[in-house]
């Protein structure tokens, strides 16, 4: 197929096609005997998809990493319509600022007079958050939940199961309420490869826990084990525990095993397996720590942690530590402070 029919195909113009060739997003072969461009359906497809990108402000160095990693798709939408509702969130405040202004303004106004203006807040205000709720809800419930139960979620496609995902993450915008923002930016914040190595982890572990059996059960109990022994030893891991445990653990871990689970077990039959096979881990743990031969190990952990340890409240949070939270330890410590303090800035009506 010539350029021509393409353009035509895409609504691209020659000049953003031949871009897209020379970023290597689409490789077309070249006519050995006139030397011109033959565009195969693939590559027509491919730049169908990067107009629609575009259409959304996508950088071409999202498009870029969305093409190197296609199952991340829905993560890159989501950090679009993130990045999206920022924007019309900043030009609310803008509108709403400077139409407040003329409102106030005599007729006469003039240049000079503008240095009384200086320091005028332009930030956007509680009302400018609701009407871009009103307008564009945001979509951080529904990715975070991606994340949670991503290893659960590749099963056969149904309005039932619909049903049961929307119910899901209604239920994850309110459960998350306090978290929602926080998680949602160290999320966004992170890289792209880090995302899908953690994903592709995380499966793994699922699978090998799902068919747990008296060969492999002392294994992940040691391997639990073996996290908290680190826990206890790395100065930098008692950091991210602090830091984390109030607005991230705590939250995904009642999340994760709260009455959300009963959807999910609907939603896919072996997470009720996966759930009992982690109880039957993290039991053995919890014994050890109490009253078998890790308890110098849970009494110094409740020392470092300045009591943020709880195990006989939610024993379940060592399961979760070992096997699901290494997402939220890959920022740097202070990027994660400065997310922190962010969201409580957001989430404070003084704030605004």
Same mark, same amino acid.
């Given at each position: 197929?010539?350029?021509?029919?393409?353009?035509?195909?895409?609504?691209?113009? !020659?000049?953003?096609?031949?871009? $897209?060739?020379? =970023?290597? &997003?689409?490789?077309?072969?070249?006519?050995?005997?006139?030397?011109?461009?033959?565009?195969? =359906?693939?590559?027509?497809?491919? &730049?169908?998809?990067?107009?629609?990108?575009?259409?959304?402000?996508?950088?071409?160095?999202?498009?870029?990493?969305? *093409?190197?990693?296609?199952?991340? @798709?829905? *993560?890159?939408?989501?950090?679009?319509?993130?990045? #999206?509702?920022?924007?019309?969130?900043?030009?609310?405040?803008?509108?709403?600022?400077? /139409?407040?202004?003329?409102?106030?303004?005599?007729?006469?106004?003039?240049?000079?007079?503008?240095?009384?203006?200086?320091?005028? /807040?332009?930030?956007? /205000?509680?009302?400018?958050?609701?009407?871009?709720?009103?307008?564009?809800?945001?979509?951080?419930?529904?990715?975070?939940?991606?994340?949670?139960? %991503?290893?659960?979620?590749?099963?056969? !496609?149904?309005? $039932?199961? &619909?049903?049961?995902?929307?119910?899901?993450?209604?239920?994850?915008?309110?459960?998350?309420?306090?978290?929602? !923002?926080?998680?949602?930016?160290?999320?966004?914040?992170?890289?792209?490869?880090?995302?899908?190595?953690?994903?592709?982890?995380?499966?793994?572990?699922?699978?090998?826990?799902? !068919?747990?059996?008296?060969?492999? *059960?002392?294994?992940?109990?040691?391997?639990?084990?073996?996290?908290?022994?680190?826990?206890?030893?790395?100065?930098?891991?008692?950091?991210?525990?602090?830091?984390?445990?109030?607005?991230?653990?705590?939250?995904?871990?009642?999340?994760?095993?709260?009455?959300?689970?009963?959807?999910?077990?609907? $939603?896919?039959?072996?997470?009720?397996?996966?759930? @009992?096979?982690?109880?039957? #881990?993290?039991?053995?743990?919890?014994?050890?720590?109490?009253?078998?031969?890790?308890?110098?190990?849970?009494?110094?952990?409740? @020392?470092?942690?300045?009591?943020?340890?709880?195990?006989?409240?939610?024993?379940?949070?060592?399961?979760?530590?070992?096997?699901?939270?290494?997402?939220?330890?890959?920022?740097?410590?202070?990027?994660?402070?400065?997310?922190?303090?962010?969201?409580?800035?957001?989430? /404070?009506?003084? %704030?605004?």
């Amino acid at each position: 197929m010539r350029i021509q029919q393409v353009c035509q195909r895409t609504g691209l113009t !020659k000049k953003a096609i031949y871009f $897209y060739i020379e =970023e290597g &997003l689409v490789s077309p072969q070249r006519c050995d005997e006139n030397h011109y461009l033959e565009f195969s =359906e693939d590559d027509v497809r491919s &730049l169908q998809i990067i107009a629609l990108l575009r259409q959304w402000d996508m950088p071409v160095s999202e498009v870029h990493e969305l *093409f190197d990693y296609p199952s991340m @798709t829905n *993560f890159y939408l989501h950090r679009r319509l993130h990045a #999206l509702r920022n924007q019309l969130l900043r030009q609310l405040g803008l509108v709403h600022s400077l /139409s407040a202004l003329l409102t106030e303004l005599p007729p006469q106004y003039n240049m000079s007079s503008m240095q009384e203006q200086i320091g005028r /807040s332009t930030a956007p /205000s509680e009302a400018d958050q609701s009407t871009l709720d009103l307008l564009c809800p945001d979509q951080d419930a529904r990715m975070i939940s991606i994340f949670i139960w %991503s290893s659960f979620l590749n099963v056969s !496609k149904s309005e $039932y199961r &619909l049903f049961l995902w929307r119910k899901m993450t209604e239920q994850a915008q309110q459960d998350l309420k306090g978290s929602l !923002k926080y998680v949602a930016r160290i999320i966004y914040a992170l890289d792209s490869e880090w995302i899908e190595k953690d994903a592709r982890q995380r499966y793994r572990d699922t699978q090998a826990i799902l !068919k747990l059996d008296e060969t492999t *059960f002392p294994i992940y109990t040691q391997r639990i084990l073996d996290c908290l022994h680190h826990l206890a030893e790395d100065d930098r891991e008692q950091a991210y525990w602090k830091l984390n445990y109030e607005k991230v653990t705590l939250p995904l871990v009642q999340f994760f095993n709260g009455p959300l689970g009963t959807l999910m077990a609907e $939603y896919n039959p072996e997470y009720r397996l996966y759930l @009992t096979k982690m109880q039957q #881990l993290v039991a053995e743990v919890v014994r050890r720590l109490q009253t078998g031969g890790e308890q110098a190990l849970y009494q110094q952990l409740q @020392t470092l942690l300045a009591g943020q340890l709880d195990i006989e409240k939610d024993g379940n949070l060592l399961g979760y530590y070992a096997f699901e939270m290494g997402l939220y330890r890959s920022l740097p410590l202070d990027v994660q402070r400065r997310l922190l303090i962010e969201s409580n800035r957001e989430a /404070s009506p003084l %704030s605004r």
